[in-house]
């Protein structure tokens, strides 16, 4: 059973840093993809970037590159996204997802499709 579980979240100032992991469980070989969601209150879910756990080939969406990192620790079995310069349109519920269909990580961070499974998130709030 995938199973994906969310920590990092906090209150961080404009221009601060978080780090937020996302620990795996649960698939049988690397061929999949884990992506990094966030929602805002009364927005929609948008993708923010993802990775391709076989070769490590990642996405990410434009309005946050140059300030999020994604990653994947083996090791540790988890997919850290590292959140740099945090501005005040970051604060979000961030959820990490998985999926195992295939399709390249663009599609599924631009919306084209949805990921298979979702963790429960964790809340990003940036304050002054």
């Known amino acids: 059973q995938v199973q994906l579980v969310e920590s990092g979240g906090g209150l961080v100032q404009p221009g601060g840093s978080l780090n937020l992991s996302c620990e795996v469980s649960?698939?049988?070989?690397?061929?999949?993809?884990i992506g990094w969601f966030r929602q805002a209150p009364g927005k929609e879910r948008e993708g923010v970037s993802c990775i391709f756990m076989h070769d490590r080939v990642a996405y990410v969406k434009e309005s946050v590159k140059g300030r999020f990192t994604i990653s994947r620790d083996s090791a540790k079995k988890t997919v850290p996204l590292q959140m740099n310069n945090l501005k005040l349109e970051d604060p979000a519920v961030y959820y990490c997802a998985a999926d195992a269909v295939g399709y390249v990580c663009a599609d599924y961070i631009e919306g084209y499709y949805d990921m298979d499974y979702w963790g429960k998130g964790t809340l990003v709030t940036v304050s002054s």
């Open positions: 649960g698939f049988s070989s690397d061929h999949h993809r």
